[in-house]
């Protein structure tokens, strides 16, 4: 070997080396990177760590009680367990209501289908010929399971029963395809339909006993956070908007502004967790039949406001050559109106998240209403604004007329918001001496209606 | 039994007779109508038809293959057959792509699940007595199934392999509690991946052979589509905006301006698509690395302008009492605007529907931006606007300045769309001719570059 030859192997080795510490140096910070992605995950949702040990209790349960079942020891691996097992880890949701869904979708269309192939089955003997059976048995399969496909495309069909038409058409095709004397089949669907019964059972009991997370409660926590999130907005927009002495926002603030983002795609989870909670037995504070499409309803207008106030967005930044005494003349009214509105969102969303009907909300709104009127009528007072360059005012006139708007949705939302109040039967409470300590600001209030005052005392110790 | 008891007994009778009619009809009326729209999901898309014909075709294939098996005649049950059902029906999806991904995902974790179980099982036995076998099986158990749950709340993890890491957890907690001996756990964890692969293989064929559904085209298409609903909103509301002869918007008409809406919601079904699309092969024009990504960014772009537009609408019966003269003034350049920016936006619609990059589409953004140069430039003419009312001028000038707003979002899409006709490698084109034969308006455009004319002739027999 010449020493050209070994110093060429050397550099191939070195080369190899370095490629091979580089990609162990790779997969390390994947690694750790995803440990600590994951550990950021339990930290922020404790609930999450909780589930994980609820799904490994539950499998373990059911899996130990048939591995010590003695009736399954000659078969080795008994069918039974295994559907058991699989049921466990196929319906273990993380909420309740998803848990509950799945459950009920599996146990009733495991008996639907595991009858209906029964007699499929029966219909397919009346035959006789043993060439004969199996082409009915092919047609009915083919037909039923094309049928019942199509079916799943049926909007209302696929948001609450699509797991249920699945497993039909599973247990459907499973059972009739299956065994060749009726005794059999029937022992068949009976086994199915039983240990799925038990799998449901275990996952059912340990989610509902251990911890429960509600779907109901992530809806209704959700919707008020997201009111909150808007509020914090405008009563943020309110003080910063032209404020031209702000330097760059502050942590609180930054996230204050951008959390109504979130609320841009909200539509999808809140229908999901609408369907879930749907199935929810009565918990805590919500009842069986809570009305859930009234959150919807809340939440779809709470997007519209939303929508506005990411058009509003756009104007936080916007530098523009505008006079001082403008911004002075303008500033004032714009930041009311926004701030009130925002006291408007907070509040409805406190009182979503208490689930009281407190009267001082429509204080706020009285106050919302009147600002907006002033910065209206502030925008029509033509006396006033003679001598200014029209292309300098043409941002501040569009927030000002995207404030009245979002004034309009928030006024729209209270509404709705009353009949969910109604509908849920929220304690209709007098929290005025709470949002007096809260804001600090009741003695500048317009409209006070002298009742309130009077019976704000015997009540303030019902609601906290 | 006197006269009254009968006519008792008969209006008993006649009510139970009248309430079961009224059942019936209920029924009926509810059959009849789930009907109609099962008949109108066919005719709006005729592949869900075909889908589910797929769908029967396939499992009955995989069925009758099993029961003709001989291997299984003494069973009876065949649990392998079992498996190879359940595959199909669990893994056929829609598109390819999801099928794709679900069979994939099935595969590789029922891999993984269990050779770890049949480990976990070894291990087990390692132990050696009889007792202290199940223990340690059920710690390994619990432990896995709680980690591996855990993991599933990883975003990434979470978007494409869901489906595989509940698999994983399946497969190792039925195989390693499943049998006794060494040899046994070996067979049934080879019989349970070798019946599910030829389940998915059979879903696979049956899916890609037979009039496929791509999830990418599917993609393709909605954000094209999407591109034009936000085109047509833009080109009606230039025509429509004050223009006060108008009457009720035609049928054409309102559907366009209704069309934008759903845009405002795409978010989520795109990112499900696009995780589809990934998985899929080479089809047609779409690579196997197609740049999906830069579509998602596409429609994210979209949805901002989506937004703008979603606030233009608010304006569109906006009622006031403007003077003649004012809005015939300030009519014609808003028009413009809209729609210009409406055609760049059509223009690309169309060339992503074709996977073309038509260089007029410059031309169109050239004449969009000297609209909007003339719109604010129109605005900041103080002298023009002297002698106006400020209040009724707010909404004109919240409509120009949306619209301005709108076109930097259309020119920030054309520089999106750019980079993905980059990516994609769109034929570069010069479509001009056609675009002068659709409009019919290319003389009145101002920005033509010379060598695009040129040109034009040698290029359109390429594109069509």
Redesign the interface.
């Known amino acids: 070997m010449t020493v050209e030859n070994q110093e060429a192997d050397c550099g191939c080795f070195l080369s190899a080396w370095l490629w091979f510490n580089k990609l162990v140096k790779k997969l390390m910070f994947k690694v750790v990177d995803?440990a600590s992605?994951?550990k950021k995950?339990?930290q922020e949702d404790p609930r999450?760590?909780v589930?994980?040990?609820k799904?490994?209790?539950a499998?373990?349960l059911v899996?130990?009680f048939?591995?010590?079942e003695p009736k399954f020891d000659y078969e080795?691996?008994?069918?039974s367990?295994?559907w058991a097992?699989?049921t466990v880890?196929?319906v273990f949701e993380f909420s309740v209501g998803a848990t509950l869904g799945r459950a009920i979708n599996r146990g009733i269309a495991t008996f639907l289908g595991g009858s209906l192939a029964v007699g499929a089955h029966r219909l397919a003997c009346f035959s006789g010929s043993k060439t004969l059976e199996?082409i009915v048995?092919?047609i009915f399969?083919?037909?039923?399971?094309?049928?019942v496909?199509?079916?799943r495309?049926?909007p209302k069909l696929k948001a609450r029963y699509d797991y249920g038409v699945?497993i039909f058409?599973?247990t459907f095709?499973?059972v009739s395809?299956?065994?060749?004397?009726d005794k059999?089949v029937l022992e068949?669907a009976h086994t199915r339909l039983s240990t799925i019964l038990i799998g449901s059972a275990t996952a059912l009991v340990v989610c509902i006993f251990i911890y429960p997370v509600w779907a109901g409660e992530e809806l209704h926590i959700k919707i008020s956070s997201n009111l909150e999130k808007l509020g914090s907005f405008l009563e943020v927009f309110g003080a910063e908007y032209l404020n031209t002495a702000r330097g760059a926002a502050s942590g609180q603030k930054a996230s204050d502004l951008h959390g109504y983002k979130s609320v841009?795609?909200s539509?999808?989870s809140e229908e999901v967790l609408a369907n879930f909670a749907k199935w929810e037995p009565r918990h805590g504070k919500f009842r069986y039949r809570h009305p859930w499409a009234q959150y919807l309803e809340v939440g779809g207008i709470a997007r519209d406001c939303a929508?506005?106030i990411?058009?509003l967005n756009?104007y936080l930044n916007y530098e523009t050559q505008i006079e001082q005494e403008i911004r002075t003349r303008i500033q004032e009214p714009c930041m009311k109106v926004s701030t009130e509105c925002g006291h408007v969102l907070k509040e409805l969303a406190l009182a979503m998240k208490t689930m009281t009907y407190p009267l001082t909300i429509k204080v706020h709104i009285e106050n919302t209403k009147l600002a907006a009127e002033n910065l209206k009528s502030l925008?029509?007072a033509?006396s006033s604004?003679e001598e200014i360059?029209?292309?300098e005012i043409?941002?501040i006139?569009?927030v000002?007329?995207?404030l009245i708007?979002t004034v309009s949705y928030t006024i729209n939302m209270a509404e709705s918001f009353d009949q969910l109040a109604t509908l849920a039967r929220f304690k209709k409470t007098n929290r005025f001496a709470l949002a007096r300590i809260r804001t600090g600001s009741w003695k500048r209030k317009r409209v006070v209606p002298e009742q309130n005052t009077e019976s704000a005392h015997h009540h303030v110790i019902a609601v906290e």
Request: glycine residues 10%; charged residues 5%; positive net charge.
């Open positions: 995803t992605n994951a995950l339990g999450r760590i589930h994980s040990l799904v490994g209790f499998i373990t899996s130990l048939y591995y010590f080795g691996f008994g069918v367990a295994m097992v699989l880890v196929v199996p048995l092919g399969l083919f037909s039923i399971a094309a049928i496909t199509y079916l495309f049926l699945l058409i599973l095709s499973l395809v299956s065994g060749y004397h059999e068949i841009l795609n539509k999808g929508y506005r990411h058009a756009g925008l029509q033509n604004w360059i029209f292309s043409i941002p006139a569009t000002a007329s995207l708007e």
